[in-house]
């Protein structure tokens, strides 16, 4: 059974960091293209950084310079440390595993206010 299991959501303060992290059981980690998905109310969800098999790392232009995608394969983890959170990154944000088929964590609310 796979399993993607996001954490290190909150409620955090504009200029403020999190870090999220996705472990993932039962598929070859090391060999998936591992990304962070963004859905905010109203709003279709949306890239926001993966990483392939080869630890190549692409970026939604909205989040490039405050957000840092990356993977340890000896953990199956992938985490997305944000940096300098805007109110407009408020969303749930949601793991993905790409391969030859894809597979969805449950998401994990970030909320940005004062």
């Known amino acids: 059974q796979v399993q993607l299991v996001e954490s290190g959501g909150g409620l955090v303060q504009p200029g403020g960091s999190l870090r999220l992290s996705c472990a993932v059981s039962?598929?070859?980690?090391?060999?998936?293209?591992m990304g962070w998905y963004r859905q905010a109310p109203g709003k279709q969800r949306e890239l926001v950084a993966s990483?392939?098999?080869?630890?190549?790392?692409n970026y939604a232009d909205s989040v490039k310079g405050r957000f840092t995608i990356s993977r340890d394969n000896a953990k199956n983890t992938v985490y997305l440390q944000m940096n300098s959170l805007q109110s407009e990154d408020t969303a749930v944000y949601y793991c993905?595993?790409?391969?030859?088929?894809?597979?969805w964590g449950q998401g994990t609310q970030v909320t940005v206010s004062s």
């Open positions: 993905n595993a790409q391969k030859w088929y894809s597979y």
């Open positions: 039962g598929v070859i980690f090391s060999i998936h293209t």
């Open positions: 990483i392939n098999s080869g630890g190549s790392a």
